[in-house]
């Protein structure tokens, strides 16, 4: 659309202004108005800005017409045409400072004048030209974060327009400095590379193109672009290097941000795919290959195939899709198989991207590896509820199935029977065969248990000796005594064992839901009760539980009674065996093990001793008994052989307890007469842990003269500081590290680490179950140890000790 042209007059005369005025309409100019005053005529251009303005220099009022022309805004850019009629020297550089766009002389023709402002409107049309495209280099440039700048070569003056400072981003006008101060604000470590690019450019006229630190007004640093190329001299220009310098600080940044991701991409343990939104692999870090043995071929540009519908259970694929559809993310755990067949579980995690706009882009799916987690889940549920030995379901699963049956049996209306079996007189064979042996008679048990009872059955190994037998649906309780004959009799099959014939016996305790008890717990706690019942019975029988009895008390009570009358009627003895020096082969000492010669059972052990003893409160009075027995035996020893034997007895945690235990062992040194330090205590690695009281009986026995050594050592939890602070000077190894040697290197490496800390604290060692060749000829090379075991002697009456006992036959 045609805009006129609005030419403003600023004259005081009138009569001039309307001359003028009419001039201009002749000219066909439409638009004029016509002012008298600067300041009225700089308000008007606030107001209406004119595109010209005819300006008389002499004008009345505060101010003249170069002052008004001066105080014009400079971005309107309005043309101004100075009319006068003088011509002065000083009016000329007065007006020449505010870039007029004419000058005309008084009088002046309607040509001259018209010439004069079509010239002008065209130069401004021009300047406005110019300006805008200024204008929009300065904000692409400071858009880009860039700066143009050039250099000239001869003078290394260095011009910088559009970014004001390498700090700070801003529109600036162009700056004019030195090379040298240019370079002063280059990061010291990359000056050298930036004169370089200089050099460079000057000798080979080529483009450059580096990457260099600024220092910021607070040390810190900004990452510049630099580019330019070297233009010759010519007739208008010197030499110049002119180029373009870009603030990549963010860039940088993002870049190093995203060297940081793609790191942790490329090294997570957790498989990570990049999936587009119809679930297909575009990317695949290293970890999920590792973890699923796939490789880019078979797996881009397809779904990950755990996550497939042929892998997937329908409603589990569905669930998949709804939740991906609805929330964008999605986490399951899966158990599938590798690429190579082999079972693993992953923990699958699939989330949604969207960008700005909401819109979805991607998925990223995290791919966790839990294989070894579950595989030691598995093993924690197993070990939790089944038995390390046999496999059998263990207490804690057992009392579960007898729950579920108990429950079945209420609808049913049927009979639960519980038949606990505890193997008879087990400890001996562990403590004459030794604790290997023991764990094969074990499974021997179970295998046969297992044999003769049904597949529906529960058998259930509660702990050492002990088992448990649950049958549902009985129709009478003579169907469970059946049972329990079978067992009996099936147990009681001659079996081999370390070389020898052997038969098991067993007691049986039954009891019966609902006859008996209405709880798992209760069940199990009366079977308990008839088992005893069982045992009191003569054992190799079973018993059912009967209302009169009670928990453990009649079999505690009647034991209990028959072992005081035993200590009484002298039926305790002592049996003893020898300890032997293994570099002269001579026996050097004896432990002394109690027995019971019952009137009914014949020789027992301590297995049926030390727990009736210690229950009945008679286990002091007992080892009182064994020490004051075993001292006065070796004194006479010592008398008849004139030999000087050392005689071991075992302390009881009750007697450490005792109080005054230590005079009691000192009044019956001094009544057989045996010096203390050829009496030799011994106490399980349990016993000297921090317990106040019986640190302090160590200490006491110690200064009695006793020696004080560990029984068992090794099968306990030893505390080296406890033995390094306390009275102890002898370590037993337990027979469980000696049978694996010489053949074992783990038990090989473990008494020979025992052997190393005994040496270190000054202690004597003494190896227990000692039963082979092989086994005395590793030991025997060990300076000072002392061995003990069935390969040179087994536990034997006092009579049966000589002054000639040594193993010496034995290796003839």
């Known amino acids: 659309m045609h805009h006129p042209v609005h030419v403003m007059i600023v004259e005081d005369e009138r009569v001039i202004a309307l001359h003028l005025r009419k001039q201009l309409e002749r000219l066909g100019y439409e638009r004029t108005s016509v002012h008298n005053a600067g300041y009225d005529a700089l308000k008007a251009i606030e107001r209406d800005p004119p595109d010209i303005i005819l300006m008389d220099i002499r004008i009345d009022g505060d101010i003249d017409g170069i002052e008004t022309a001066a105080g014009i805004p400079p971005h309107l850019l309005i043309p101004v045409i100075y009319l006068s009629a003088h011509s002065e020297d000083a009016t000329l550089v007065r007006a020449q400072k505010t870039r007029p766009y004419g000058f005309l002389i008084k009088p002046f023709s309607e040509r001259e004048l018209h010439a004069t402002i079509q010239m002008a409107l065209e130069r401004r049309v021009a300047e406005l030209a110019l300006r805008d495209t200024q204008q929009r280099l300065s904000l692409a440039m400071t858009a880009a974060q860039m700066s143009c700048w050039e250099i000239d070569v001869a003078t290394r003056q260095v011009q910088r327009t559009g970014l004001g400072s390498f700090s700070h981003l801003q529109e600036t006008e162009t700056i004019t400095e030195s090379w040298d101060d240019f370079l002063e604000r280059v990061a010291p470590e990359d000056r050298a590379m930036v004169r370089k690019a200089?050099?460079?450019?000057?000798?080979?006229?080529?483009?450059?193109?580096?990457?260099?630190?600024?220092?910021?007004?607070?040390?810190?640093?900004r990452w510049l672009r630099a580019r330019g190329k070297l233009f010759p001299a010519d007739r208008t220009s010197a030499m110049r290097i002119i180029g373009m310098t870009q603030d990549i600080t963010d860039q940088r940044h993002t870049q190093d941000k995203l060297r940081e991701a793609m790191a942790v991409y490329e090294t997570t343990q957790d498989g990570i795919l990049i999936l587009d939104p119809k679930l297909n692999v575009t990317n695949a870090n290293k970890a999920y290959y590792r973890i699923t043995g796939a490789n880019a071929k078979n797996t881009l540009h397809h779904p990950p195939y755990f996550i497939t519908p042929e892998k997937l259970p329908a409603e589990q694929y569905k669930e998949l899709l709804l939740a991906l559809q609805n929330r964008k993310h999605w986490h399951q755990d899966i158990d599938t198989q590798n690429t190579g067949g082999g079972p693993i579980s992953l923990a699958i995690?699939?989330?949604g991207v969207e960008d700005d706009d909401g819109k979805l882009t991607h998925f990223v799916a995290i791919v966790s590896d839990r294989t070894a987690i579950r595989q030691a889940e598995q093993e924690l549920h197993y070990l939790a509820q089944y038995d390390g030995l046999t496999s059998l379901p263990n207490r804690l699963l057992a009392t579960d199935r007898l729950n579920r049956a108990i429950e079945r049996s209420e609808q049913t209306g049927s009979i639960v029977a519980c038949l606990f079996l505890d193997i008879d007189d087990f400890k001996n064979i562990n403590d004459t065969l030794g604790h290997a042996a023991g764990d094969q008679v074990i499974l021997i048990a179970s295998t046969r248990i297992r044999a003769v009872t049904e597949r529906t059955?529960?058998?259930?190994?509660?702990?050492?000796?002990?088992f448990l037998i649950i049958?549902?649906?009985?129709?009478?309780?003579?169907?469970?005594a059946n049972l329990a004959n079978k067992i009996i009799q099936e147990l009681e099959r001659p079996f081999y064992i370390v070389g020898q014939e052997m038969t098991l016996s067993a007691s049986i305790g039954i009891s019966f839901y609902p006859n008996?008890?209405?709880?798992?717990?209760?069940?199990?706690?009366?079977?308990?009760?008839?088992?005893?019942?069982?045992?009191?019975?003569?054992?190799?029988?079973?018993?059912?539980?009967?209302?009169?009895?009670t928990e453990n008390a009649t079999h505690y009570m009647t034991r209990s009674l028959e072992l005081r009358r035993g200590l009484e009627n002298n039926e305790l003895v002592l049996h003893y065996q020898p300890q032997i020096d293994a570099r002269t082969e001579q026996m050097v000492g004896v432990e002394a093990l109690l027995r019971w010669n019952h009137p009914q059972h014949g020789l027992l052990g301590p297995a049926e001793i030390i727990p009736i003893a210690e229950q009945s409160g008679l286990i002091v009075e007992i080892g009182n008994w064994v020490i004051r027995e075993a001292c006065s035996q070796a004194r006479q020893w010592q008398d008849e052989f004139d030999k000087k034997i050392r005689v071991a007895v075992n302390a009881s945690v009750r007697q450490l307890r005792s109080e005054g235990f230590a005079e009691a062992v000192q009044h019956e040194l001094a009544l057989s007469g045996l010096p203390a330090e050829f009496l030799e205590i011994e106490v399980t690695e349990s016993m000297?842990?921090?317990e106040a009281s019986m640190i302090k009986t160590l200490h006491e026995l110690r200064e009695v003269g006793v020696l004080l050594a560990i029984d068992d050592f090794g099968t306990g939890y030893s505390c080296l500081r406890s033995i390094k602070s306390l009275p102890i000077k002898r370590i037993k190894i337990d027979r469980a590290f000696i049978k694996g040697i010489p053949d074992k290197t783990d038990d090989v490496a473990l008494v020979e680490a025992m052997l190393a800390m005994a040496g270190s604290l000054g202690l004597l060692v003494t190896a227990e179950g000692v039963e082979t060749r092989e086994q005395y000829t590793f030991l025997r090379a060990i300076e000072g140890i002392e061995l003990q075991g069935y390969l040179f002697g087994k536990p034997v009456p006092a009579s049966e000790i000589t002054a000639d006992t040594s193993p010496k036959a034995k290796f003839s």
């Open 198 to 221: 200089f050099t460079f450019a000057i000798h080979n006229g080529e483009f450059y193109d580096i990457v260099f630190r600024t220092i910021d007004e607070e040390r810190g640093y």
């Open 471 to 480: 049958r549902e649906n009985l129709k009478s309780e003579v169907a469970a």
């Open 516 to 549: 008996h008890a209405s709880s798992s717990q209760d069940l199990i706690r009366l079977a308990d009760t008839a088992m005893y019942a069982a045992k009191d019975r003569g054992r190799r029988t079973y018993a059912f539980y009967e209302t009169e009895m």
């Open 349 to 351: 995690q699939i989330i």
């Open 688 to 690: 000297i842990q921090d």
């Open 457 to 466: 059955d529960t058998i259930s190994r509660l702990g050492g000796d002990e």
